[in-house]
């Protein structure tokens, strides 16, 4: 026995859907579909397939420490050594500071946000009416992720500070051997564990964001998110800019003072200078990336779920580019190694470089690298979209269907009515029950020792086993019967059901490489449903 999937999606598709009706409230209303009910790469649901993205996270994540590791092992002179330390303790100083002002200003923020939130922003109860202010409990929501927007945004500044402090005093006692290669390596090296670390950071929150929270607190908590990491990063970026400066300008007028040279060790300033230059160099930019990276996220969902109202096509397209996303870890982590092999087989023992070759190089191998998986990527996610793929592309996927469904034949039918949890109506069954059935050969007559008998004829009883049930003998391609439940069908309706699927084989098989939104056929039943 074979499936009427075709047939079925087929009729499905070219019935109308209603306008989607979203309600008022922005991000912090949204409510995200069930990724589960979308299938890719073959019988992967949604859900399913981005919980390996965690897996490429927890990489990102072991790189970028690992990272972090290599280069605070790297060999150093004690005077050097101390000096990144104590331009690190002064960041660190700095850095604690922020944290108090961030918290302090977080309070602020934060009240103006549960007012907001709890009392002005439009959204809908539970009958559907429109109120103004959310729960309690998701402006809570809000506020709490927020803080965890805040502690990414201030986590990864503290990082990218370590990061570079390490790599600055070991970059100076590298550049002593007079070769020019670690002058370029260990800097990357140091990017590379920031910016893989930065990404997966953020990449895991959203993720586990996405696939474990409900559905209808998942935009509150998105939009929470997105407050904390924008207010962190923008304190950030703000005072470490003005924190520069006044380090620099304090190095200037010590200079003056002690009539020495700004970059002179025994000018006062130069700590204090090389502080405001981690600082402003460091931590402002990791915050930033940070909050970039995930409000570009947290807009790109708002915008699918806004802007289109398939469930369907909402799924495909928020799997697809959180699937991109990772691909883009992967992309970044492959490209530097590739590009790292290559310059320190031509670098390494060279007295002279330039250092511009082996960058450009890196950004022209992650873009066609980038590229290239994105193409393969997005052909193997969602090689349609919005369930409009050709019949041949419904044919594959109904084969792989049924293999799938072979493969798990012993599967009893209570289990499969369990998970699909039908609506109960005691006057029927709950589920509508199609039998489609094709033969190859024709029925043959019976011989037995001696007593033969003609080929069996069908008889009809007054009875029907399924709902509906069609039976076709491909060696003649006519249909040997249509059997139908007479409580549920009008003779006329499958007389024209009958044509219609005869006129739709005839141009399937014209056509098959034809969108199924572009089917005659379909329009015709389409403009029928419109009248009746």
Partial sequence: MTSLTPLLAFLGFVQDAAPAQHAAGGEAALVLPDLAKALFLGGINGRSLLLWGLVICALGLVFGLATYMQLKNLPVHRAMREISELIYETCKTYLLTQGRFLLILWVFIGAIVALYFGTLAQTTDATGAMVRGFPATKVIIILLFSLIGI???????????????????????ASLTGKPYPNHAIPL??????????????LLLMLLIL???????????????????????????????IFTKIADIGADLMKIVFKIKEDDAR??????????????????????????????????????????????????????????????????????????????????NADHMNFET??????????????????????????????DPTFRGVVRNVDRVVLRAIANSDLSFEKIVEAVQPSRDPSRTPLFQISFRSRTQPYASLQLHGVSSAAPEFLDNGTAKFDLALELESSTGKACFIEYCTDLFKEHTIIQMENDFQNLLRELIAEPDARLSKLKVA???SQRLRRA
Wanted: hydrophobic fraction near 55%.
């Fill in 151 to 173: 502690a990414g945004s201030y986590g990864v500044a503290w990082f990218g500070i370590r990061v570079n402090t390490f790599a600055n005093s070991r970059t100076a006692f």
């Fill in 189 to 202: 090296k140091a990017g590379m564990s920031i910016g893989m670390l930065l990404i997966s950071v953020e």
């Fill in 211 to 241: 696939l474990f929270i409900p559905g209808d607190y998942a935009g509150p908590c998105f939009i929470g998110f997105a407050i904390g990491e924008s207010l962190g990063a923008a304190a950030l970026r703000v005072a470490g800019g």
């Fill in 267 to 348: 000018n006062p300033g130069v700590i204090a200078d090389c502080t405001g230059d981690n600082a402003g160099d460091s931590v402002g930019p990791s915050a930033d990336g940070f909050e970039t990276y995930g409000v570009t996220g947290v807009a790109l969902i708002s915008f699918i779920l806004l802007a289109v109202h398939q469930p369907l096509v909402q799924i495909q397209l928020l799997v697809w580019i959180f699937a991109m996303r990772v691909m883009m870890v992967i992309a970044s982590g492959l490209s530097y190694f590739l590009n790292a092999a290559f310059a320190k087989a031509r670098y390494q």
């Fill in 358 to 387: 082996p960058l450009t190089t890196l950004v022209w191998l992650t873009s066609l690298v980038s590229v290239a998986l994105t193409f393969v990527a997005s052909r193997l996610l969602i090689p349609s979209i919005g369930g």
């Fill in 523 to 525: 329009a015709e039943i």
